[in-house]
């Protein structure tokens, strides 16, 4: 996969474990299958924009703020 992928799925396990949840918890809180989340969080796989949803809720922040940390990483 792609360095961005990469990258959104760091961003993405940062903030969950930000929250103190384990992956379990956070698939729970996103309906998604933990497997799935770890390949998310690996960047193994490309998630839909439904799927980019239900990570930002879960999260309690905005789609576009999960992908305006991309954005910023990959500018850094």
Partial sequence: ???TYT???SIV???????GWSQEVFAERADLNR?????????DVVPSL???AK???ALEVRLSELIQRCE?????
């Fill in 7 to 9: 990258r959104f799925g």
């Fill in 35 to 43: 497997s799935y989340l770890g390949e998310i969080e690996r960047g």
């Fill in 72 to 76: 910023q990483e990959s500018h850094a």
């Fill in 1 to 3: 996969m792609s360095a």
């Fill in 55 to 57: 990570l930002a809720a």
């Fill in 13 to 19: 396990r940062d903030a969950r474990r930000r929250q």
């Fill in 50 to 52: 439904q799927t980019l």
